[in-house]
């Protein structure tokens, strides 16, 4: 069982960057690949971004060059640095542990979201 905590959210004028980090329980957070991804009202749930257990990283067209994750495995936590912030990016981001890949029926732990506003 892991349990994920995001935080980092909060409200930004376009061009600006946020941080989001996630906090994960459980001894074998090392084992899991981490994904990011967001929702926006009246949208389904999309991929971000998502990291293997080696640091290998993945990320959505919409968002390459813009935003990076990593993983720190000592500290059982993952990370979404976001760069260059569109309204677009308006959403709440979630966490999430599973298999790595885009589809979000891979993974199988979710965090409770944080909210991200982006205004032009």
């Known amino acids: 069982q892991v349990q994920l905590v995001e935080s980092g959210g909060g409200l930004v004028q376009a061009g600006g960057s946020l941080r989001l980090s996630c906090a994960a329980s459980g001894r074998t957070f090392s084992s899991y690949a981490m994904g990011w991804f967001r929702q926006a009202p009246g949208k389904e749930r999309e991929f971000v971004a998502a990291?293997?257990?080696?640091?290998?990283?993945s990320y959505a067209d919409s968002v390459k060059g813009r935003f990076t994750i990593s993983r720190d495995n000592a500290k059982n936590s993952v990370y979404l640095q976001m760069n260059s912030l569109e309204p677009e990016d308006t959403a709440v981001y979630y966490c999430?542990?599973?298999?790595?890949?885009?589809?979000?029926?891979?993974?199988?732990?979710w965090g409770q979201g944080t909210q991200v506003t982006v205004s032009s």
């Open positions: 990291i293997n257990w080696l640091g290998s990283p």
């Open positions: 999430a542990a599973g298999r790595m890949g885009t589809m979000k029926e891979r993974y199988d732990y």
